[in-house]
């Protein structure tokens, strides 16, 4: 159980293009999911906290208009990478909490040429 | 901000020997993780830790929640080539319900057969 899937795994795209990441928790509802953002050899950096039903909490530095997160519903999280860049290429890693636990989904490698 | 400090950054070891790991933290947290990295993947929990002083094991996996709250040590005994990875510490802060993580930068383990 608590398994939660991302899609795409990978996807290549072009500057200036717009980039949606999903996140689904596929045998539990989650009411909160977290997405990080991991760079080659670095640890996990917390992006934001997506709350069902309401706006996602960004963290300091995390610009709210270029990542956009929607969490409509209690299995489904979204990210959207407006107006992609090449500094904006990394690993993008969901989580969705449950029995307060944190379980991760296999995490998004977007690369922006 | 919260920082972890994770220790070694890297190592390697041969097959059979044990290993350890350990982080240490500006603040306390209410519950420690470890994490387990396979590349291009998400992380998987290893352990979870909710009280001072716990000590648990996860078959050849030993960690310890520091009496202080403010650290936390990962044992391997007896690797095997499937230990392999970069292994994260988290400290998670329940305050005010977030159950947000903060990761420690890693450590990337190698171990020669």
């Known amino acids: 159980g608590a398994v939660v899937s991302q899609h795409p795994s990978r996807v290549i795209c072009k500057s200036g293009t717009s980039v949606k990441i999903e996140c689904r928790s596929l045998?539990?509802?989650?009411?909160?999911m977290f997405w990080y953002r991991q760079f080659p050899k670095q640890s996990l950096m917390l992006m934001a906290t997506?709350?069902?039903?309401?706006?996602?909490?960004?963290e300091q530095g995390v610009e709210k208009d270029k990542f956009l997160i929607n969490h409509a519903s209690l299995t489904l999280s979204t990210l959207t990478v407006t107006s992609a860049h090449p500094e904006d290429s990394s690993f993008y890693i969901c989580s969705a909490k449950a029995y307060n636990e944190q379980f991760f989904g296999p995490g998004t490698r977007l690369t922006v040429l | 901000g919260q920082q972890l400090n994770q220790s070694p950054q890297s190592m390697f070891i041969q097959e059979g020997e044990d290993v350890s790991m350990n982080c240490t933290s500006s603040?306390?947290?209410?519950?420690w993780l470890w994490y387990k990295q396979d590349p291009g993947e998400g992380p998987v929990l290893l352990i979870a830790l909710y009280k001072a002083g716990e000590l648990t094991s996860n078959g050849r996996l030993t960690a310890q929640f520091g009496i202080t709250r403010k650290d936390s040590f990962l044992n391997i005994s007896a690797s095997i080539p499937s230990d392999v990875g970069i292994y994260f510490c988290?400290?998670?802060?329940?305050?005010?319900?977030?159950?947000?993580?903060?990761f420690g930068k890693g450590t990337k383990l190698s171990v020669i057969p």
């Open positions: 988290a400290g998670q802060d329940s305050g005010a319900g977030s159950y947000q993580l903060t």
């Open positions: 603040s306390i947290f209410n519950t």
């Open positions: 997506s709350n069902e039903g309401s706006k996602a909490t960004y």
């Open positions: 045998d539990f509802q989650a009411t909160t």
